[in-house]
């Protein structure tokens, strides 16, 4: 064989290598699959589970997740000991009981007043429609010829109560931010909230809202103590994944994808709502009322990082639940205003 025959696997091997370093995420060190179901199988038991479990009143959700052996399971939130009746399996996949608080959207509840910040803003600080305590300022959105600033609806549009053209506040009311002086935006769309009526309850997907702002009014990256600008480009939320966020209460912080499809009950001011196919992320200290409108992003390496994954919007004492961001960016026709290209 000659030199260069010799070296072209070599150089090939090096490029792959390279490839993978650039766009990889980090996953904890898993074990190898144990004999059993799979995630299709998985998926087909949750719905199975979801159907005849949900309306009970100890149960607010279900979820895809992994057993210690790494194993796909089924894991049914419950709020009481009410558990002991859920059955051991379905269909050959084992069902995981995880008891929680009542999963809640997450609008500040305590007043600050130390959260302005001069213009251009960053992104994952205080904000809220006049009529809201405060939120987060999830990300910059762009259309390819106007910016927005992107957050709940729960945040910037008042759990339905907004309308177009109302203002976005920067800080939220509730740390000193007030209208006409600390504007941000006006609100340019938001998906209504459709809340459970007496025993219907009409399935969610996002709790979302875009604020039409400007370059001079919003930027694109966190506070110097966050983790900077997230890319354009986004990716799918994997059991295991580690993602990270910036949020205008608890800062920034680092948890683990442990749920996906996940059918959680949230409840809100003006009722109870059913959200499908959400991230459930832990643990608990993710995330804290004030959070909601962050932007969840990956933790990874160089290109596999800061990659937009979800928005949050609700929690409970032991998980963050969050709509997948594609779902989100598809509805405005927006992307991500950050590095890179979509």
Not at 123 to 141: E, L, Q, W, Y
Request: net charge negative; proline share 7%; charged share 20%.
């Amino acid at each position: 064989m000659t030199t260069a025959k010799k070296i072209v696997p070599i150089i090939v091997a090096c490029l792959v290598a390279a490839i993978a370093l650039l766009t990889s995420v980090d996953r904890p060190a898993l074990p190898e699959l144990s004999p059993g179901p799979d995630l299709s199988a998985a998926l087909a038991a949750q719905t199975t589970v979801t159907a005849a479990w949900i309306d009970r009143d100890e149960v607010v959700g279900t979820a895809v997740g992994l057993s210690p052996a790494g194993r796909p399971v089924v894991q049914v939130y419950v709020t009481a000991l009410g558990f002991a009746s859920l059955p051991a399996s379905v269909a050959g996949v084992d069902v995981v009981p995880v008891i929680t608080e009542p999963f809640r959207a997450l609008p500040a509840a305590e007043t600050d007043g130390k959260r302005a910040y001069e213009r251009p803003v960053p992104i994952g600080v205080s904000a809220g429609h006049p009529n809201v305590t405060a939120g987060t300022i999830g990300a910059r959105a762009t259309n390819g010829s106007e910016v927005f600033a992107l957050s709940n609806n729960h945040v910037a549009a008042a759990n339905n109560g907004g309308r177009e053209g109302d203002a976005l506040l920067q800080p939220g009311v509730a740390d000193g931010g007030r209208d006409p002086d600390d504007v941000l935006g006006t609100l340019s769309d938001f998906e209504p909230i459709r809340f459970c009526r007496a025993f219907l309850c009409a399935e969610n997907r996002i709790d979302a809202a875009l604020v039409r702002t400007t370059p001079e009014n919003l930027g694109t990256e966190t506070p110097e103590e966050g983790y900077g600008a997230p890319r354009s480009r986004t990716a799918d939320a994997e059991l295991g994944m580690t993602v990270q966020k910036f949020g205008r209460t608890t800062g920034q912080t680092v948890g683990r994808v442990t749920g996906i499809h996940a059918t959680i009950d949230v409840g809100y001011g003006a009722g109870n709502a059913r959200f499908v196919d959400q991230i459930v992320i832990s643990d608990g200290s993710f995330s804290g009322p004030g959070d909601s409108g962050s932007l969840v992003v990956t933790k990874g390496l160089l290109l596999g990082d800061r990659r937009p994954v979800a928005l949050l919007f609700a929690g409970s004492n032991t998980n963050t639940i969050a709509n997948p961001i594609d779902f989100v960016l598809d509805r405005f026709s927006v992307s991500i205003d950050g590095e890179g290209t979509r």
